[in-house]
DNA sequence: GTCCTTCACTGAAGCGAGTCAGTGAAACGT
DNA sequence: ACGTTTCACTGACTCGCTTCAGTGAAGGAC
């Protein structure tokens, strides 16, 4: 090959395959522009350590792949290194809504600038599990609820070696992260507490799916319930149907049972409907009803009355969990679970 | 190797690397136990043509294979064949609502029926864009919008042969899906227009980031708008803010220029927004205002009054987009784009 | 009986990196 | 002056797979 480092043109054509498809620089390439062999490149770009390169060489190394645009094929790399850079995130099957839309655009943040790359991988519903992670061969994959045993032993034979749930028990043999959900449930029925109401409800989300998240909130609720010497909450399922909610509402007016004054909602969505629905029924709200919400939707801001929720920073939760998977893959402990204080309640009208 | 095989004993302990970590079976280990050459593992395992293979040894490679629960690793794959089993999304930073959350499970559902894995990753908007693509190595990349000259250019010098964008004309050059989304304005016009409204307004997202989704379907309201005779529709933009749908309203209501009697809103959230305040306000939808969203969100169905909207076969949709993906991969010609017959109105109290 | 096909495979060459074990030359110690 | 250490590298092997170019044996044609 020419050297054409001595003159001024840098040619940076790239070159062709045989079929005529554009082949990106190799490490080779790099090598011979820079006149050492692919071992040193390797080693200045990985910044190896160990390895006695002076400063001259390393600079015309990396001038060398500066110019041709150069970076390493992910496939090659993953494939002597046994796993990718890439973190993967198992999508539950049920409705994603812009509360998980955020914590995607979190973790991806939060993971990326540490060098990795995330990626969301929906589970359908319909077919049985194609091994995703076969076809990317992550670092890492993250999951909301916990991996069953048979999933969770596929993973670690296809050579993964870690798996994280968000949710679930961080029991002893667990890798979960054990996201503080229980910590929103306490928040709204302190907040109720606080306002004098002593009779809660809990508007529990219709869809068999969602357990998992709904349950630690609901948990949050009893706990704060019973610490704060309330009866327990009445749970009542309530289907984002105009029907459903007119039902729901009429057994928190008391319709088998004591009557509730305020209601902590799953989420907003059925918050928002259960503002609605009383509307339909002449109640008012929070006078009749006291609604509290979570997740802070953006409809939360413009809805009448305007919704009482509880807010998540999901930054910081991103961070906390990219920090705890990065950790946990260079084998040091886990990060610290992050304080109380991500949660903070947004009060508006409805309580 | 001992042949087991004979005996009733399958042992499939996975083998250990020098390291201790699993090493999940490859394609040497089938071909052992098969007691053929690792050529012919392939030839079976890919049912190459033109290779004759008697039935007989087919059988024991399949058996072996299933016998060490084998898969081909995706990093050797994606190193000799130059890209990988996977479509990737590229996410736009805006905030992604149901709806997406519904694309993205149908793509991922119709992309794996044809043997791809579909992963997301949302583009953080914070950080310069990292070349995903390049840890990933992607059959083919989609985006919403189309990409800009120099990114096109940088996903085809990393090797990547398609790039498919879901907005955006259709034009010679560019490589854009152009999904029909000024259908959804077209219908919301035409619905009002049905019911008599002659002045109509539009609810323009005050994101800016989501202009191209607004775009198209503003321009499906203009153009009905124009072919049924009626005035080109008022254009507002509507925070959401309870302050900021006030405002709104108050132009829509005449404040300066003819008011409207029905407005389309460019999501069913803005739409939702636009039914809180008109309540505020005292006034009557439809009565006094008539409202349309677009979406067919779960809120939709139990809003005061129930939300009136379009509602896209998103399932349809992501089928249409994985056939043409997957024919423009194999060099086929693109498939032919849905009828109008994948929206349809949502007739319910609002409009 | 010889030559040519077809059959049923196999050996080996790569794909693009990372990494270990060297290897000359220079610097240093005594 | 001679042995040892450090420096600055390089050659070659490896990861798991696809694929091309054979290769020996059996079968068929003449």
Redesign the pocket.
């Known amino acids: 090959m020419v050297d054409r480092v001595a003159t001024n043109v840098t040619d940076v054509t790239p070159a062709k395959h045989s079929r005529g498809r554009v082949?990106?620089?190799?490490?080779?390439d790099v090598?011979a522009r820079a006149?050492?062999?692919?071992?040193?490149?390797?080693?200045v770009?990985?910044d190896?350590p160990h390895?006695?390169?002076?400063d001259?060489?390393r600079e015309r190394v990396r001038a060398a792949a500066a110019e041709l645009g150069?970076?390493?094929?992910a496939?090659?790399?993953a494939?002597?290194?046994?796993r990718s850079d890439v973190i993967l995130l198992l999508l539950p099957d049920w409705p994603i809504g812009s509360t998980v839309g955020h914590l995607l655009e979190s973790l991806s943040d939060a993971l990326g600038q540490q060098g990795f790359t995330f990626v969301a991988h929906p589970r359908s519903a319909g077919r049985p599990t194609t091994d995703v992670w076969k076809a990317i061969t992550p670092a890492a994959v993250i999951t909301f609820e916990e991996l069953e045993q048979v999933e969770a032993e596929r993973l670690r034979a296809a050579g993964i070696e870690l798996s994280v749930a968000l949710l679930g028990d961080a029991g002893p043999a667990a890798r979960a992260m054990d996201i503080p959900e229980q910590r929103t449930g306490r928040l709204q029925a302190e907040h109720l507490a606080a306002s004098g109401h002593r009779q809660l409800g809990y508007a529990w989300p219709d869809d068999p799916r969602v357990v998992t998240f709904a349950q630690p909130r609901l948990d949050g609720v009893r706990q704060a319930c019973a610490e704060l010497g309330l009866d327990p909450p009445t749970v009542v399922p309530v289907p984002l149907t105009p029907d459903g909610v007119q039902r729901a509402l009429e057994v928190f007016h008391g319709a088998d049972g004591p009557p509730v004054s305020a209601v902590c909602a799953y989420n907003d969505e059925v918050a928002l409907a259960l503002l609605a629905g009383a509307r339909r029924q002449g109640l008012d709200v929070p006078g009749d009803l006291a609604v509290i919400g979570v997740d802070d939707i953006p409809s939360a801001a413009v809805s009448v009355p305007a919704l009482t929720t509880v807010r998540a920073e999901t930054a910081v939760l991103a961070r906390f969990i990219a920090d705890s998977i990065i950790r946990q893959l260079d084998g040091r402990p886990a990060a610290e679970r992050p304080g109380s204080d991500i949660h903070s309640i947004i009060r508006r009208e409805s309580a």
Do not use: E
Request: glycine letters at 6%; hydrophobic letters at 35%; proline letters at 8%.
């Open positions: 082949r990106r620089p190799t490490a080779a090598a006149g050492v062999s692919r071992a040193t490149v390797s080693y770009l990985n190896t390895q006695a390169i002076p001259r060489t150069y970076t390493p094929s496939a090659a790399r494939l002597i290194t046994g």
